[in-house]
């Protein structure tokens, strides 16, 4: 009796342990955040919203997951810890009820030619395994199906030390991989134009060779003409047989040069090390355009592109080797592995099947595992980090979300947001960065920052409910149930771009002609070939101007006027006023203060530790040399130049004793993409994806051309922001331009002149044209997904 009472009163009472079910937030400063204090529920879905900007990332990713992440790192060995990553200690008083944190975010998969999504999912680590013991004939172990491991085999003696006496013993040994020795498992073998290397009509002397960084006065070119192998006064086309083949192909060679000891190489292969060996985005501009000029990459002879030796490519399991399995649609791979029944290797193929069945849940069945993981999207990539966790079986962790509806098509989205309720009904607090009104409508909980961008944002303007959000009167409030009209009267085009018999990918013999001179959107579900056809069919040339997705690269010495070429004609008019020259007005150069070297901090590595960075005590953070600040262009001196906001800038540059034009167009340029409020010396580092995305269209703005192709411009967009967007297309295409959009978001796709639409499915129940016309005649005729998504969200 008394023992069933005591139990009954300790019941009613909370559990110590219970009393944790808040993530606590307190006195938050990073980046633009303004001492931010929340109280996030765990558990429960968490939607963090506010126009691009606004201090989203700068909570969620900076603050929350870095310290989470910090936490989880300090609990390993100092040893082990000097191997990983620091990470400072986020700028905030108190964070308390944190969970272990595993970020999902948007950052592209390394573009390593070698890198595949099979690779990147530990889908081919287990094809490898299955096949190595499955596989007729047998060729031996995992390795011998890789097309990262290259045979191998040595012999020789080695020296042992045995019972006090040095002993000789012959030793050999062999590896036997799968990598095709010809292409070296890249799948493509390179072609050189040699035109494109040298001018044969001139010696070397007179600087022959063509290539970025021969100049005829540099290093390269005397190693070349002092070699001893060559005359530097012949001309290229009357070398003999041996002297053409010493300039082009002679293995390296030590050399002494003016008394110096130099290594010697053919041209063909210092630029394939010094070049083709890299990844073509990390290239510099003037360099990638050289490769593109002078190179061409051919699928390889021997391997036929699947990278594997003819060995590998033999081992079957009912009459189909690793190279078809690679090669097939994930959908179709899944469904051949479960019709696989050997109990030898039944959990692996249980492992298998889970992670196959996990990429077409997740709407991703149309990839094959050979796709090089480079070419994926943002919005892919950050779906194929998720496959790791679909499956799992951890409770009570925080899964951090970057925009997970990026490069989603509508109905995509409903699949995602399964995948998310998914993830937090098995007890796991689930935080989402996020603009999509379908996205957020699903959340337990919101957190609206504003309520604006950059230093008019970092406060928390709602904390709630999603009902009572729409009647807080915020900017997210206010738009969240904006929609876009269906445009009544549409622009006639002024010509058409045909495009004749496309098979890029998973095109279909695609015939369809692009209007001109009006707004084409281009749509489908994620996987139907829109990208295909738009970057594969519209021809690269001089009167295209395409921006895609690819991220902006920069380290904390880029920002907004280094990135968009402002500061040159900043610096030329700093020079010119003062009569010294522009050198001087760049921090990266002569002008740099010399203690902090320009960095404007001086950072301190801490080995295991975080390191510390302390502001400059000589420039007080400026960058610049005390000298240097002396100089002074409309009354500032170039330091309060880069501290002003765009919007000040652009009417400090547009007239007076400061007017300069060239300043002034790239500044208009910024303001008209929404990034009037970040100022022209900040970090790249700190700008959000929104921000980056909006900073690239600007700059490609200027270039010169009649089609601008734009790869979803609303990418890290606020509702806001996309109205902006909207207006911009409109002045391109009324200022005479062609402005082809592939794009997912309704609004951009009732705005359209004409729209074409492609699926009906994705990967290869995709690739057709299903639709083109006008928006009304889209939502009019309901024949696509599309169709019933956009007469959905116009009220139709």
């Known amino acids: 009796m008394s023992t069933a009472r005591s139990t009954g009163a300790q019941a009613s009472e909370q559990h110590a342990a219970d009393s944790h079910d808040l993530i606590r937030v307190h006195g938050a400063r990073e980046n633009n955040l303004k001492d931010v204090s929340i109280e996030i529920p765990k558990r429960r879905l968490t939607v963090f919203t506010g126009v691009s900007g606004s201090g989203k990332s700068s909570l969620v990713f900076d603050t929350v997951a870095a310290e989470s992440q910090r936490l989880i790192n300090e609990t390993y060995s100092a040893f082990v810890q000097g191997f990983m990553p620091s990470v400072a200690r986020p700028d905030v008083d108190v964070l308390d009820g944190l969970t272990t944190a595993i970020i999902v975010d948007q950052q592209r998969m390394g573009a390593d030619p070698r890198s595949t999504v099979g690779t990147a999912t530990d889908s081919n680590a287990m094809l490898r395994i299955l096949f190595s013991r499955l596989g007729q004939p047998h060729i031996g172990s995992a390795k011998a199906f890789s097309f ?4 191998i085999s040595g012999a020789g003696a080695v020296t042992v030390e045995r019972a006090g006496k040095t002993v000789k013993e012959k030793r050999s040994f062999s590896v036997t991989g799968g990598m095709c020795p010809r292409c070296e498992g890249r799948g493509a073998v390179s072609d050189i134009d040699l035109t494109q290397l040298y001018d044969d009509s001139k010696s070397l002397s007179e600087g022959a060779i063509t290539v970025p960084g021969f100049t005829g006065d540099g290093w390269m070119t005397r190693i070349y003409a002092g070699s001893g192998f060559l005359d530097p006064d012949k001309p290229i086309r009357d070398y003999s047989e041996q002297e053409l083949r010493d300039f082009l192909h002679r293995e390296p060679t030590k050399v002494k040069v003016n008394g110096i000891n130099l290594t010697y190489e053919g041209l063909i292969p210092k630029v394939q090390k010094s070049m083709l060996a890299k990844d073509r985005e990390a290239m510099q501009p003037h360099v990638r355009a050289f490769v593109d000029r002078a190179v061409t990459f051919t699928s390889c002879p021997d391997c036929g592109g699947t990278r594997l030796t003819a060995a590998a490519r033999s081992s079957k399991i009912g009459g189909i080797s690793i190279a078809d399995a690679c090669a097939m649609q994930i959908s179709d791979l899944a469904e051949w592995v479960r019709g696989l029944d050997e109990p030898s290797v039944a959990p692996l193929l249980a492992a298998l099947r889970q992670t196959l069945d996990s990429f077409v849940e ?26 790791r966790h679909l499956g799992s079986s951890l409770t009570d962790v925080t899964y951090v979300f970057d925009e997970p509806s990026t490069g989603l098509h509508p109905h995509d989205i409903q699949r995602m947001n399964g995948l998310l309720l998914q993830l937090r009904d098995k007890g796991n607090t689930v935080l989402v960065v996020e603009h999509k009104p379908e996205v957020i409508a699903i959340a337990d909980h919101v ?3 504003g309520p604006g961008a950059g230093s008019a944002g970092g ?20 738009h969240l149930d904006d929609r876009a009209a269906v445009k009544k009267t549409v622009r006639t085009p002024t010509g058409k771009l045909p495009i004749r018999g496309a098979t890029a990918h998973n095109l279909r013999d695609v015939d369809v002609d692009v209007p001109l001179g009006v707004l084409v959107v281009v749509t489908g579900v994620a996987g139907s070939g829109k990208s295909s056809l738009v970057h594969g069919s519209v021809p690269p040339g001089e009167d295209v101007v395409s921006v895609d997705q690819s991220p902006i690269r920069g380290s904390r010495r880029s920002n907004p006027a280094t990135y968009t070429g402002l500061l040159e004609p900043i610096r030329k008019a700093f020079a010119k006023a003062n009569g010294v020259k522009p050198a001087l007005f760049s921090p990266n150069s002569e002008g740099a203060c010399p203690t902090c070297n320009g960095a404007g901090v001086v950072y301190t590595d801490l080995a295991m530790m975080a390191g510390v960075a302390t502001t400059c005590e000589d420039c007080e953070g400026r960058r610049f040399d005390a000298s240097v600040l002396e100089y002074r262009f409309g009354g500032k001196d170039i330091s309060e130049v880069l501290a002003m906001p765009v919007t000040e800038a652009e009417a400090f540059f547009a007239a007076g004793e400061a007017r300069t034009p060239a300043a002034h167009r790239i500044l208009t340029r910024l303001a008209d993409v929404g990034l009037g409020y970040i100022s022209l010396g900040q970090p790249l580092t700190t700008l959000s994806g929104g921000e980056r995305q909006r900073l690239k269209l600007a700059t490609h703005m200027g270039d010169k051309g009649g089609i601008y192709v734009l790869d979803e411009p609303t990418t890290g967009l606020h509702l806001a922001d996309v109205e902006q967007l909207l207006g911009l297309l409109d002045r391109l295409v009324d200022s005479g331009k062609s402005v082809i959009v592939v794009e997912h978001h ?13 699926g009906p499915g994705a990967g290869h129940d995709g690739g057709r044209i299903v639709f083109e016309g006008t928006p009304a005649e889209l939502v009019a005729a309901r024949s696509t997904l599309t169709a019933e998504h956009l007469a959905a969200y116009v009220g139709a």
């Open 148 to 151: 990262n491991v290259a045979s």
């Open 362 to 387: 997740i709407g991703l069945g149309y990839l094959s595992l050979e796709r090089p993981a480079g070419t994926l999207s943002g919005g892919e990539a950050q779906r194929v980090k998720m496959i």
């Open 447 to 449: 957190v609206d920052l």
């Open 459 to 478: 406060t928390v303007c709602y904390e709630g409910p999603l009902a009572g959000l729409r009647a807080a009167g915020t900017v997210t409030g206010r």
């Open 746 to 758: 309704q609004a951009v796709m009732a705005h359209a002149d004409w729209i074409i639409d492609l």
